[in-house]
Each structure stands twice: as C-alpha cells, then as structure tokens.
C-alpha cells in the first residue's frame, strides 16, 4: 500500500511540474501614480498601493474606489494557471484569479481601516467560463454604515457596481474554502495545460488571457 501511494504520487507530481514550471512569467504592469507633490511614484507592491492612496487624502468611497482601480491596474492577465501564488505575491507579478486580485484588495482596504469581508458564490454569471470554474471571489465593502459589493476585475468598476450576478448564496471565504477551491480547479487546470500542448492549440482563455477581457 505504502509503495502504491508513493507510485501515485510520483506520477502525479511528474504530471503537475512541468505544468507549474511552463507557467507564463511575471509580467508586472509597471504603474505609475502621480502623488500630491506632483512625482510620478511606481506601484509594485502592496505597500506601494496603500501608501499612494493614504497620501491622496481620498475618504470614504472615494477610497474604496480609488484602491480598487489601483489594484486592478497592477494585473496584466487573468490566470488560473498560477494558483500558488499568495495575493502579494500575484499582485507583484501581475498575473492571478478573483481569488488572488480580490484578496490583494482586501488587504489594502484593511490596512487603510476599511470593514472588509471576503466573500464567494461557487456560480456568477460573468464569463464565458466552463461549468467546473464559475465560482467567483470578491469583497463585501462597510463604509458609513452601508455595504456595498467590490471587485477589482475590470476598470470600470466602483463600490456597488461590479460586474456579476451571484445565482448561488453568497459564503463567507476563509482559509479551507479557499484551499478548496484551488484544489478543486488545479486537475482542470493541469488537463487544459496538457491538452494544449498535445493538440497544438492556444491556451484557453478562461486560463491565461489579457485582464480585464472576457473570456
């Protein structure tokens, strides 16, 4: 039994590398945002993030808004192909899912004291996505008493205006659903890898693409 399960897990492991080690490099956006002295300052990280918008002076709304289309603007592609890479880490890099782009702005609210919740529905309607990855990640936003939804996925969007429509209920997300969730994705996510490179055709775009693009 013991030789079995190790077996297994070297397959397995045979299988997944080459698909984490053929994942797209970083491809940071490079931001820029003019401070109040009037100096271009670079966005590279999630500190960068939280100290541009301190020193905007921006309140409220205004706030939440402003962090959010910061934070979407340091991500170059949609990717589910980098599923172990932490929110900063994804962030840093340019490159990550609901799950890692919302989470990044939850801890930049959080730092400039906003009320945050994450939050999950395991099916929106927004994209074009497969059955098996129509769950989506965002952030339940308290500012002067009113909630509002949140979402750093495209440009466009502000405080209660995000995109999406939950059609299942909407849980809190903590650690082990979000352990879950990527584990549920990653077989798909090594299948499509796989196929690709067997096939010969593109990359599905519900995988890698642009940011902000529907898939």
Request: hydrophobic share 40%; net charge positive.
């Amino acid at each position: 039994m013991k030789r079995s399960l190790l077996v297994l897990a070297a397959s397995a492991a045979a299988v997944v590398a080459p698909v984490i080690m053929a994942a797209p490099g970083p491809h940071p956006a490079g931001q820029t945002v003019q401070g109040r002295d009037g100096r271009r300052r670079r966005i590279d990280s999630i500190d960068d993030v939280v100290a541009a918008v301190e020193e905007s002076g921006a309140q409220g709304w205004e706030l939440v808004n402003l962090a959010t289309g910061i934070v979407h603007r340091m991500y170059t592609h949609y990717s589910t192909w980098h599923l172990w890479l932490t929110p900063a880490q994804s962030a840093r890099r340019g490159q990550g899912h609901s799950q890692q782009y919302n989470l990044a702005l939850g801890a930049v609210l959080r730092r400039l004291g906003v009320d945050v919740k994450t939050v999950h529905a395991a099916r929106v309607r927004m994209e074009h996505h497969p059955w098996y990855h129509t769950g989506h990640t965002w952030l339940r936003v308290t500012v002067g008493g009113k909630t509002l939804d949140v979402c750093a996925s495209r440009p466009g969007n502000r405080a209660g205006e995000v995109g999406f429509l939950p059609v299942t209920e909407v849980r809190p997300l903590g650690p082990l659903t979000r352990l879950d969730n990527a584990l549920a994705l990653t077989p798909f996510v090594v299948t499509s890898v796989w196929k690709t490179w067997l096939t010969g055709r593109g990359v599905q775009r519900w995988l890698y693409r642009p940011f902000g693009q529907s898939a």
